[in-house]
């Protein structure tokens, strides 16, 4: 649903407007995180954890009707256009067995066999998916794409941003529950300055897009994230609610500077039918961040932890685990920031089909495509 979302915006807006609608889109996104905390943390505490996969029922019938009522379709004008199912299968099975590494390796242990199987079929088949992208005559992927820096750094971008927000909302959700004692409806309650910041702070992100460019609002944006986590790393076992606000705003500022403005860098460099190729790369970037997160930070969390969560010195190892995890979480979004900055231009260029044609990839392409009855050879 979210590479649909962006690619119906990209149709429907002209490109000097669309880092304000894609800021706008971001901050309606970051709604989420104020509504999703709280109402999870109350369906949690009082109908049980199963209760919040219930909440998608309704609101998926609404976003059905409502999409059916106010949507425009739009599509791909190209012919011949057809689901390139080997580049799908491989693809999804190679992310799916990718993630579930990530997620499970600290509960099976990062060298035990299910974990290193799972690591190596998905670099053999992400490794499948890209020959097969590199020489099909219509991949679900242009790899071309990828030869500009603009698209390659927002998505580096993406990956880190949400590498830094799972990191925030996971880990500081459990720090805040099992070491503050605190309720789930009340972590929802402390997470609200920071959601309300995001919603504020993208649509301004968006609009200084449009007439700064992309470039200095990933950087800047990036740059908060990274101090927020360092103020949550300094947090200790007795913790109350003005130490954990600072990093709250900060962050909160942070993602929603960082996340409209990585989409417009990325969206720009393509033309408007691989609105929704462009928009999937950078969803799929932003989910392989966020689990890379969990898994990188959980691995730095649980090797610090050596008694049972009964034991009185359970909190303070986890607290020193949870620091040095923020701390590397901290140190690599400042990487991501400086990556920002080197990568993506101030103004990107959209790719038009001129653009992409001489790209060699497309012409490889059209090299190997056959000669249609009447066409003239002089074409190749």
């Known amino acids: 649903m979210m590479p649909a979302s962006l690619s119906i915006i990209t149709a429907a807006f002209p490109r000097e407007e669309r880092g304000t609608a894609i800021g706008i889109w971001a901050g309606v996104s970051g709604s989420a995180l104020a509504i999703g905390p709280l109402l999870g943390g109350m369906l949690t505490e009082h109908l049980g954890w199963s209760a919040i996969f219930f909440v998608n029922v309704p609101v998926g019938a609404l976003a059905f009707a409502a999409s059916r ?44 066999t299910r974990i290193l199987v799972l690591l190596l079929a998905a670099a053999v088949l992400l490794s499948t998916f890209v020959l097969i992208e590199r020489w099909s005559t219509r991949p679900m992927l242009d790899l071309g794409l990828f030869e500009d820096r603009t698209f390659s750094g927002a998505n580096v971008a993406a990956l880190l941003v949400s590498l830094a927000m799972f990191g925030i909302f996971f880990f500081v959700s459990l720090y805040m529950q099992n070491i503050l004692g605190y309720s789930p409806v009340h972590t929802g309650l402390v997470f609200l300055p920071m959601s309300f910041l995001v919603v504020v702070s993208a649509p301004l992100a968006g609009k200084a897009t449009d007439i700064v460019g992309p470039r200095w609002p990933i950087a800047l944006g990036m740059t908060l994230l990274a101090i927020a986590l360092l103020i949550f790393s300094r947090l200790g076992t007795h913790a109350d609610f003005l130490q954990l606000l600072p990093g709250m705003l900060i962050g909160g500022v942070g993602m929603g500077v960082a996340m409209g403005p990585m989409t417009t860098a990325a969206l720009s460099t393509v033309p408007v039918d691989e609105a929704g190729v462009a928009s999937g790369v950078v969803t799929t970037a932003r989910q392989v961040g966020g689990a890379v997160g969990i898994a990188l930070m959980g691995a730095i969390v649980a090797a610090a932890e050596t008694v049972a969560p009964t034991d009185p010195r359970f909190a303070l190892q986890f607290v020193e685990g949870f620091q040095h995890a923020l701390e590397v979480g901290a140190g690599i979004t400042l990487v991501g920031a400086a990556l920002a900055a080197i990568l993506v231009r101030s103004k990107p260029a959209p790719v038009t089909a001129k653009r992409r044609a001489q790209h060699p990839h497309v012409a490889r392409r059209r090299r190997r495509a056959p000669i249609r009855s009447g066409e003239r050879v002089s074409r190749f």
């Not at 999804?92 to 390796?105: N, T």
Request: hydrophobic letters at 45%; glycine letters at 12%; a negative charge.
């Open 69 to 112: 009522v106010l949507v425009v379709e739009t599509r791909s004008t190209e012919p011949g256009q057809a689901l390139d199912l080997p580049g799908l299968s491989t693809s999804g099975l190679g992310l799916l067995a990718l993630v579930y590494a990530l997620i499970e390796a600290n509960h099976y242990g990062w060298t035990s």
